[in-house]
């Protein structure tokens, strides 16, 4: 990923969308999201099974497949469609809040866990999350992904101008069905720019819960990069993009944790912190003490000391008052964590998507009190001059 320290600037001019525009960009959306959710109603009933004939293995990772059309099967194609098939990690909501981002902001957060892609603009806002639905959206986007010797002039970065719709539907039997549909669209607005090519792509996921931490997966879709592109970047690049969905539970559940963090942080502004015990809350050892009665090690949710075989840290992203990706590794213990994977996942996208609430590094101060360290983040939105 290439670095840089500031929301990317929209290279565009605006995005000016008609009712009517709006209207035919949710109908396409709706009758592509529609096909593949019959797909997926047929992959269901057929227990899942995979046509060798046509497709042939190219990736995995653990039960999760990825796997390459042949090229009999559609020999006037210059790259192969892909098909997805697995579990991936997570409750469905979980994996939901992790793709879902309508805003920039919410972008950046997620590029920092999935490393997806290097420059972003949001460039119309459709249908946007509701306190019913929050995890409707449809919106217009611009990407820009670096490729592998872009660099030294080897090749050209691909950007893509695409049509994202998310959201849930129901199976015959009630059972909700999650969905991610990326689409190439083109508009008089949005001309190529200096030193990229355009690419072209087109992408839908389905999610199903299928156990309290298991969501079944299947996504196809094509993505072609344009240009004199060698083929095998193409596929890598391919590949690299869908296998991202992987990630998507984890980026949801750090969301969730970056959430309840401020949310304990206002509670103790307000009521104070529990009063400190010198003893590990996993497992009852005793801790040594600090300057002013803490241990060097507490649980940033619980505020309770962790010695140091207990304490779980993890990376939290934050966008700063100054518009700047940072990451702080933030330490909890296991009871903690276990709690929040059991919180409410919609009532945070509500919180997020809904009442557009961006939670930021400056809730924990500069003291250090509720982070153990920070860091500005390299893999942060390039602007565009």
Known sequence: MAGGSRFTVNPFPDLVLTAEDREQLIEIAHELV???FAEYQEHINSQKYVDQA????????????????????????????LLMVGPLPGSL???MFGLVSP?????????????????????????????????????????????PGASIGFVRNRDYIYLESTGIMRLDN??????????SVNFPQTHELPNRIRGNMSFCGMFHQEAPDKTDCRGTGVMD????????????????????????????????????????HAEAREHGTPAFKPECV??????????????????????????????IPKKLSFISPDLEMVQRKVTFCARCLID??????????RVQFVYKHTVTSSVYGSSGRYSDESTRSDSTMLSYA
């Open 34 to 36: 529609m096909a593949k």
């Open 54 to 81: 046509r497709w042939k293995k190219y990736q995995k990772d653990g039960n999760t497949m990825m796997y390459l059309e042949r090229k009999k099967s559609n020999p006037e194609s210059k790259l192969p469609a």
């Open 93 to 95: 909501d979980e994996n």
């Open 103 to 147: 805003t920039l902001e919410s972008m950046r957060i997620k590029s920092s866990y999935l490393k997806d892609f290097n420059a972003a603009a949001v460039l119309a806002a459709i249908v946007e999350p509701t306190v019913e639905e929050p995890f409707r959206s449809v919106v217009v986007k611009w990407m820009e992904i670096d490729i």
């Open 174 to 183: 009630g059972e909700r069905v999650g969905y991610h549909l990326l689409h």
């Open 225 to 264: 990069p344009g240009g004199d592109m060698i083929r095998v970047l193409g596929i890598m690049g391919m590949a690299q993009a869908t296998m991202a969905g992987l990630k998507y539970s984890y980026c949801g559940q750090m969301k969730k944790l970056a959430w309840l963090l401020e949310q304990k």
């Open 282 to 311: 996993t497992c009852q050892k005793k801790v040594k003490e600090r300057m002013f009665g803490r241990s060097s090690s507490t649980c940033k949710l619980c505020f309770g000391a962790v010695c140091a075989s207990c304490k």
């Open 340 to 349: 929040a994977t059991h919180m409410d996942t919609e009532e945070a996208a």
